[in-house]
């Protein structure tokens, strides 16, 4: 089989690498513990689980039939949802379904 060069046109000594056998869980490792800060391109996953973040840190109200959560900073909104109660009735107590807004 012919690769494309013939020994005498490559002078330089090449070292190769071992292929080293790695496993699913040493593959999973290496995904898992990478940081979430380098993975924030938007739509990515890192990206996900920063808005997941926010939501459980930042701070939440009812309020005018409408459940809204604020970013950590507590002021920017990030997510509005009517609610409504099992009836289908726009609601502040008895909540039994949120829509986004």
């Known amino acids: 089989m012919t690769v494309g060069i ?10 190769l ?5 790695v496993t699913k869980e040493e593959i999973a490792d290496a995904v898992w513990d990478e940081l979430r800060s380098e993975h924030t ?6 990206d996900a ?5 926010k ?10 039939k409408k459940m809204i959560f ?4 507590g002021a920017t909104i990030l997510f509005t949802f ?7 009735n726009p609601a502040e107590i008895n909540i039994f379904e949120r829509r986004p807004a």
Request: no cysteine; net charge negative.
């Open 49 to 53: 689980i920063g808005i997941v973040i």
């Open 70 to 73: 604020y970013d950590e900073d």
């Open 41 to 46: 391109s938007e739509g990515s996953f890192g």
């Open 82 to 88: 009517n609610l409504f109660d099992k009836d289908g």
């Open 6 to 15: 013939t020994p005498s046109e490559h002078t330089e000594n090449i070292t």
């Open 55 to 64: 939501v459980e840190k930042g701070r939440w109200k009812i309020e005018n």
């Open 17 to 21: 690498a071992p292929l080293v056998a």
